[in-house]
């Protein structure tokens, strides 16, 4: 009814008492529904059921903002062509006086030498300018013999439409220069001298060197795409270093910008692909995850975790490695976790490990399928959680000693394997290892008494996650780990060196940020600080395996999906439903929440417990990378430490002579004759190591 009506403007103010306002009298208004003609109804109704018409035209707002640009189209193309004519007699006035030629002989300071040369280029233009002004005064004289004043009226049409183009508002139009600079704007075409002049500006090539096109522009979603080599002796780790610096010179936002390195076949150090946004990637309403849809998962399959800036599907791998997730408050890390934890709840037959120590009801939908559940921070469930930790340490050596009993059929590498984690008979399923806010286990102060020697609560509990992030992923075991605060102090360098995937939400500064993601990962280019506090669930995935984006490729950026905790629950009851049907469901799940009993010794045996020290980077990846051939080896080549590291050389080098560490020279076999190179000698790296438990056992000595 209201569509067909208009309010008729018969209004009066009342003489009787009305509101106040301010003390004054406000008038109260009268009006009445009037119907509108037949007539008018009737070409409304036509205009928007017709097929022809634009939708965007339909609009009364459309009509108004059409009439509106008729009326203003004479005087803007008069000012257009108006313009124009400025545009065209700067152009010419600058090619008859040789401008290009006279500035490129400035450049190269023979202005003296070519003065003769540009005195005859000069008057030659002259001549061409009185020659082409000659021969169109006699085309038009002819024209208007033969048709009359229509040839002189075309004539000028066309000029005005010529001029007009030349002189629309347009940045960097030719023959302009702005005074004052205004706004940069880029409409993405990816022309070649666009994208030359972009590196130029970025410094991230010289002013005489140029790109070679690979690939050219294309539409790849909705942003454009090119792959370029750089020149000789440019990496393609410096354009990614500096990517805000290209953005700024392509005028766009930097989280439009995708730069990555091409590895592998076809690809090389200098090899860059660009990928650019038509608006922010990571706006919009939030992903659903696609696992609602499915009834059951597979473990072994890579879990859904989100998508990347060109919307591509981003699965994370969970067998065979370990994840830490890191961020501030409120930035979607719990989501992340529970989107990584919830391919093993939709396997029947996996086993599930919960330790929430926040203490909410994020996680409470878990402890009906967990097989080991803990929620709290208090002592009690600290000690509840390392209880739970030393049993899984203990199935982790069952595992291994069962394996090896098994066929070369059944188990040929001593590694589980999908068959294996499948039968029941052999109890050895996928586990994971889940713990949100793991910072408030691993910082519990409480002293302890392991394997004879004293240790705090915590340093225990991070020295049982470090077995079993080293040793559990090829017995089936998968420890995700969350935290929002991603300090060293928090997480031990001796654990954060063998958790394998890495995600970091937006966190306080790049420090924390490389705690997460990995050492001197912001001079690369990825930096979990410089995310934008409204883009929540976006993350840095630092991936340990292939995903969708490439198995090359370092770091991407990804926006997680969005799982509530009506979609949290309602996954967590169909976990439950599944394992009821296959007879899985076991331990809290089922109400039985004892620890079972295990060798305690053999668990301190294996993880080395008291003589195992917090060590310092870069020495603690060293150890960590040495591993058993510290002790087997005795020269490492400095060079092998920094490739297999990627560290930088000379930051690499100052901080292991800081530690202690000095590098000498030696003699090493290459091929049938020796050659010397620089590194260090396994007996000094030990020797540093011995010197920091040293340090320790004192330091509790006379805490004690």
Known sequence: MFARTVL????GAREEQGPFMNGDLVPVYDGELVEQPKLVRRLESRWQRSRVIPPAMKSRQALKDALAWLVRMPARFLGAVCRGAVVVVRAWRRWVRVHDYREAAEQSEKLADKFVEIRELTLFRWKVTGAVALAASAALTAAYVLYGGRALSLAVGVAAVALAVAGRRKDG????????????????????????????????????????LVERAARIGDGWSV????????????????????ASALAVDEVQLIVERVRGRGGHAGRVFLWVADEDPYA???????????????????????????????????????LLVGAIPRQGKTFATRLAASGVVLDPYARLYVF?????????????????????????????????????????????ARMSTLDDEVCPESKITPTISRDLGLGMPITAVIIDEVQVFLENPTREQVGGKKTTLGAYIADLLTYLVRKGPAA???????????????????????????????????????IVLGEQMNTRGYDASTLLPSHKGVGILRPDGETDAGADLLAMTVRTYYMPNVDWREICARGRAL??????????????VAVSAVDSAAVVKALGAGSRVELPEPLASVISYLGDELDEREFVPTAELVDALDVEPTAFGREMGELGCRPLRQY????????????????????????????EIGSVGHER
């Open 579 to 592: 394992r009821e049907a296959a007879g899985t469901l076991a331990g809290h799940a089922v109400g039985d």
């Open 476 to 514: 089936g075991v998968v420890v995700i780990l969350a935290t929002q605060r991603p300090d060293s102090n928090t997480i031990p360098s001796r654990l954060r060196a063998v958790l394998g995937s890495r995600f970091a939400l937006r966190v306080m500064d790049w420090r924390d940020s490389n």
């Open 668 to 695: 090493v076999p290459d091929g049938d004759s020796t050659r010397r190179v620089r590194g260090y000698l396994t007996a000094d790296l030990r020797a540093a190591v011995g010197r920091m438990e040293a340090d």
């Open 284 to 322: 919009g309403p939030p992903l659903r995850t696609p696992l609602l849809d499915v009834e059951q998962w597979d473990a072994w399959r890579p879990v859904p975790f989100g998508r990347d800036a060109r919307n591509r599907r981003i699965d994370l791998p969970l067998v065979w490695t370990s």
């Open 8 to 11: 008729a403007a018969r209004c």
């Open 356 to 400: 929430d120590g926040k203490g909410g009801k994020d996680w409470e939908a878990a402890e009906r399928i967990a097989y080991r559940f803990v929620c709290g921070d208090e002592l009690e469930h600290v000690r509840t959680v390392c209880g739970y930790l030393v049993e899984m340490v203990a199935e982790v050596q069952s595992r291994y």
């Open 227 to 246: 792959t370029v080599d750089l020149p000789a002796t440019r990496k393609a780790a410096d354009v990614i270093k500096n990517r805000d610096a290209l």
């Open 173 to 212: 139009s030719p023959g302009r220069k702005a005074v004052l600079a205004g706004p940069r704007t880029l409409t993405w075409t990816m022309d070649p001298q666009v994208l030359v002049d972009a590196f130029r500006d970025a410094k991230l090539i010289g002013k005489d060197e140029t790109l070679r």
